[in-house]
Nanobody
């Protein structure tokens, strides 16, 4: 089994910064794309940022220039650096990834999954 665990959420004032972390653990052979989504109360989950295994990134227009995504492949970890946050950034942030896992039989299986989410609240 592979698990994604997010951390780093909390309450932050407008204009402040926060860094979210998501670490994958389990019998992982390889992690491909890693992503951050967010879901505000009463709204759909939306894609915030994506990073490939090679480090290519894509960030949603709504956060471009303020948020950045990075990863540490040796640690199976992806980060979301949030700067100059705004009240509209308030949401539950979810990590999502595609990976190649190793089964007990030694076979490889491609899968994808979600973390449990971490709450970010932007308020003065």
């Amino acid at each position: 089994q592979v698990q994604l665990v997010e951390s780093g959420g909390g309450l932050v004032q407008p204009g402040g910064s926060l860094r979210l972390t998501c670490t994958a653990s389990g019998r992982i052979s390889r992690i491909d794309d890693m992503r951050w989504y967010r879901q505000a109360r009463g709204k759909e989950r939306v894609l915030v940022a994506t990073i490939s295994s090679g480090g290519l990134t894509n960030v949603a227009d709504s956060v471009k220039g303020r948020f950045s995504i990075s990863r540490d492949n040796a640690k199976n970890t992806v980060y979301l650096q949030m700067n100059n946050v705004k009240p509209e950034d308030t949401a539950v942030y979810y990590c999502n990834a595609d990976w190649l896992a190793v089964l007990d039989t030694g076979e490889f299986v491609a899968a994808k999954g979600w973390g449990q989410g971490t709450q970010v609240a932007v308020s003065s």
